[in-house]
């Protein structure tokens, strides 16, 4: 029996990273020997074991068959014959088909260390064509390691996998899971941005994928291109380290421009209503949680106010807030207000100019929430006044924080939202 380190961990050390996780592969062993050891069983599919002390897990070397469509379609072969190199070649990426035994020595038939320092993710064999999920692998490695680029010879796989088909055997929660954890990268922009190379973007999220090319004002929008500033924005998300909830929102924000009827281009009129409903068809056919999905039809239908926020009047402020549940979950009123700064800086030139509308809001929002709504119920003979009376207060404690926009504050384009005032 034989025992190798490999994948992620190899390539993660191999290029200076700190490594989180190691996986391990046995060679020359059966499961029997295994549980002998002390390892315990978790592989469903194919035989995989914690270790007994560091429950890291380790696989037998195994091969696999591509017997129907889709990601799952497939049997696994596991047997003492099975050599490191046969388990190797199965694999995705020659950069992630590296290898180190127990010596020390690396075993790399694959050349992922010279893939490494070219910085290309290139396929190890035709067999990565039998398994889409590969497609979003690559495309959230690529949000990881944003210097590298695609093989050409492996795009054109990729595409070809596209246009068999084989994206549209991937069930929602996979492909949730794999676009989550792409967002959650450091340049979410480069996953979209393969993903819609080899056209799984126009497969996988259509509502995105029509983004790109549709301008917008360039006085407000110097990118002009909406998908262009998609990109922006999700890329911002992760510069200032937001949650998965808000860099979803992000992404989903501006859907509604991809509806807009061609004769009113490049302004948007109303588009936060169209932006509200994609987002929701969106979250709700990945199956993403329920506070990613919120937050994201939240934004997609308030942004466009948000961003108006230092010209609002009190009464309009204190609606935004009751209409968001800003009173009982103010943590999300604030992943609002981060969702929106991140589409004020996802422009070019903008990305460092200051944004107030977030603090004036997060004022108004301690300001309603320092009402004391109990004491006025308590003063009111006649309680079906309460609820006017302690809109009315709350509007009263926003007219105490109102200033007039200076000189200096950047408002965006209101030809292209629908201001509630």
């Known amino acids: 029996m034989k025992i190798y380190c490999v994948g992620g961990a190899i390539r993660d050390e191999l290029l200076g990273l700190p490594v989180k996780d190691r996986d391990w592969v046995v060679v020359g062993a059966t499961p029997e020997a295994l ?93 990565f064509a039998e398994d889409p999920v590969r497609i979003l692998r690559l495309a959230r490695f690529a949000a990881r390691f944003a210097d590298f680029s695609v093989a050409p010879e492996t795009l054109e796989l990729m595409r070809g996998m596209v246009a068999n088909g084989e994206v549209d055997a991937l069930v929602p929660e996979r492909v949730w899971q794999e676009i989550a954890r792409g967002l959650m990268e450091a340049r979410p922009s480069r996953m979209i941005e393969v993903l819609r190379d080899c056209g799984a973007l ?11 090319g549709v301008p917008q004002p360039p006085q407000y929008h110097p990118e002009v291109d909406t998908g262009v500033h998609q990109l922006l924005v999700i890329d911002q998300a992760a510069a200032t380290n937001q949650p998965l909830p808000v860099r979803f929102a992000c992404l989903l924000h501006d859907l509604g421009k991809g509806v807009t009827p061609a004769h009113v281009l490049p302004h948007h009129y109303g588009h936060e209503a169209a932006s509200e409903g994609l987002a929701r068809q969106v979250g709700e056919r990945l199956k993403s949680p329920a506070d990613c999905r919120d937050l994201a039809v939240m934004v997609a239908r308030e942004h466009g106010i948000v961003h108006q926020g230092l010209v609002l009047r009190p009464e ?19 992943a609002l207000l981060d969702a929106c700064a991140c589409d004020f800086h996802g ?46 207060a709350r509007v009263a404690a926003v007219k105490v924080l109102a200033r007039p926009a200076a000189d200096g504050d950047t408002i965006l384009d209101t030809s292209c939202s629908n201001t509630r005032q």
């Open 202 to 212: 126009a497969r996988l999220l259509p509502e995105l994928d029509c983004l790109f």
């Open 316 to 334: 309009t402020v204190v609606k935004l807030i009751e209409r968001c549940d800003g009173l009982r979950r103010p943590e999300r009123f604030g």
């Open 35 to 127: 549980l002998a050891e002390g390892y315990k069983p978790v592989g469903k599919d194919f035989p995989v074991f914690l270790h007994p002390k560091t429950h890291e897990e380790y696989a037998l070397a195994r091969t696999e068959r591509k017997t129907a469509p889709g990601y799952a379609g497939f049997v696994f072969h596991t047997d003492t014959s099975v050599t490191l190199e046969e388990d190797l070649i199965r694999r995705d990426l020659t950069i992630n088909a590296i290898a180190r035994g127990e010596d020390g020595a690396l075993i790399d038939p694959c050349g992922g260390r010279q893939d490494l320092a070219l910085r290309v993710f290139r396929h190890v064999s035709p067999a």
């Open 347 to 392: 422009r070019t030139g903008y990305e460092t100019r200051p944004y107030p509308q977030r603090e004036r809001l997060l004022a108004a929002l301690a300001a309603v929430r320092g009402v004391d709504a109990g004491a006025i119920a308590r003063a009111l003979e006649d309680k079906s006044r309460i609820p006017a009376e302690v809109h009315a």
